[in-house]
């Protein structure tokens, strides 16, 4: 996934939307503007796109060659775009999109759905019905249009900033204004209850608008978690600082047509209602995970161990264990219900995952989470929550990777994180363990095999 060459600073994605049977793929007929700035001069230049039939393709509205091989669409100009140029891609296309099985059996891409379609997007799943540049590393902002027949919804990140009908059938338009990877973007297309709501004004922002959109089935299951996202936004902002976009909210389908729930930037997909403890992971992963997206997919414990160690850190807040004692119960093999679920944990260090089938596996979430607690353990309370607020807010809306993580960390805990935190983070107690010894926790805990000595 992914290409050199360039870098997309945004994309306005035009879709319409036929409804159809299951077996006709419930067809989409798109226009994808790709606005680009070249990192190095370019002869031709790739996008991911798999399956769709592309009709033409133009670059600063010239038509250009193109040619296919798999999930490659390479384009070349008339002429050679230079470095440092910006440089505008159309592509318009038709099909009926690919549902694309992962190497781990989930599926994702283009999922049909009772009455519509449900987009997602990790890892791979974006290009199956949008060309572009789908690697976490190149983060754009977005416009997304989407008509459908009169009588369907169409929802995706960001605002809606606009519905229209005409002729049978409605446009919705939704805007990105941040950055956003291609993987945590996303539309649904089906019939939804619609509530709309806000968090109060904090933390240096206004009042945050709140879009949620329910299907039908699992309105009055979800109604009194959903109407927690503003509890849980306040709490998360005092833990990891200013929420990092312009509204939140959440999408919620049948079981049936989501087989896992993902953290779709800004309105977080889930399937059925969700209880608190994925409410509060999903909406964790906009600071981490959306906002400081990680530079790779070897970099998934970034996303993954801190949305897991959010919900510890909500069940320490309100009356439930412990983060350490929510530690020692895995440590101990006494988290899960199954033996072998306990054992998975320590089958690989979270910073190695073996393969693109194990990226979302056990070791990434709770080992993930393991290591931010030993963090915690060596650096004390009072620099580990303003390392959480100064690491969201340093890398907010770019790009992270591990070893960035650990210098950020090291830097932090030696008590010169001050020239980095944010003013919100407690800055008192940066210096609270000089001579922490953070090394067991990168030798044996991110990186180790097998299970680490606590002795």
Do not use: C
Not at 49 to 63: F, I, N, R, S, Y
Not at 83 to 101: A, D, K, L, Q
Not at 187 to 194: L, Q, S
């Amino acid at each position: 996934m992914g290409n050199g060459g360039y870098d997309v600073g945004h994309y306005a994605l035009s879709l319409a939307y036929e409804a159809g049977n299951e077996e006709d793929g419930r067809r989409l007929r798109g226009t994808a503007v790709a606005t680009a700035r070249a990192t190095r001069d370019l002869s031709a230049f790739n996008l991911d796109l798999k399956g769709m039939d592309v009709e033409a393709v133009t670059v600063e509205g010239v038509a250009a060659r193109w040619k296919r091989s798999g999930q490659e669409l390479t384009v070349t100009p008339e002429r050679g775009v230079g470095e440092g140029e910006t440089f505008r891609t159309t592509v318009r296309y038709s099909g009926g999109p690919e549902t694309i099985t992962d190497p781990d059996g989930s599926e994702e891409g283009w999922l049909p759905t009772a009455d519509g379609v449900l987009a997602l997007g990790e890892p791979t799943g974006s290009m199956a019905w949008f060309p572009g540049n789908h690697h976490p590393s190149d983060k754009a902002t977005y416009d997304i249009t989407v008509t459908v027949p009169e009588g369907l919804q169409a929802v995706s990140n960001g605002e809606l900033t606009g519905q229209a009908t005409k002729n049978g059938r409605t446009a919705y338009s939704w805007q990105t204004a941040e950055p956003m990877a291609g993987y945590v973007a996303t539309i649904a297309i089906g019939t939804y209850e619609i509530r709309r709501s806000t968090v109060s004004g904090g933390a240096g922002r206004g009042d945050l608008p709140v879009y949620v959109a329910v299907d039908p089935a699992q309105a009055d299951d979800s109604r009194r978690v959903l109407a927690r996202i503003p509890e849980v936004v306040e709490w998360a902002e005092a833990n990891f600082g200013p929420y990092p976009f312009s509204s939140t909210g959440a999408i919620v389908e049948n079981p049936e047509d989501a087989a896992y729930a993902l953290e779709t930037q800004s309105r977080p997909v889930f399937p059925g209602a969700p209880d608190i403890s994925l409410l509060v992971h999903e909406l964790a992963h906009q600071w981490y995970g959306d906002s400081v997206t990680p530079e790779s997919w070897r970099d998934m414990w970034l996303n993954e161990g801190f949305a897991t160690y959010a919900e510890w850190l909500w069940q320490e807040d309100h009356g439930g264990d412990s983060a350490q004692e929510i530690f020692d119960a895995l440590y101990e093999g006494d988290y899960f219900d199954d033996a072998a679920a306990n054992e998975a944990v320590w089958a690989f260090p979270p910073a190695k995952p073996p393969s693109a089938a194990r990226i979302s596996d056990s070791p990434v979430y709770e080992r993930g989470a393991m290591v931010l607690h030993k963090i915690r353990e060596v650096i004390g309370d009072d620099a580990f929550f303003g390392l959480l607020q100064g690491w969201a807010t340093t890398h907010r809306h770019g790009n992270a990777d591990t070893a960035d993580f650990i210098a950020y960390v090291e830097k932090y805990a030696e008590g010169s994180g001050g020239k980095t935190a944010p003013e919100t983070a407690p800055e008192a107690d940066l210096d609270a363990a000089p001579d922490a010894d953070l090394a067991p926790v990168w030798e044996d805990w991110l990186y180790g095999d097998g299970k680490p000595s606590v002795a």
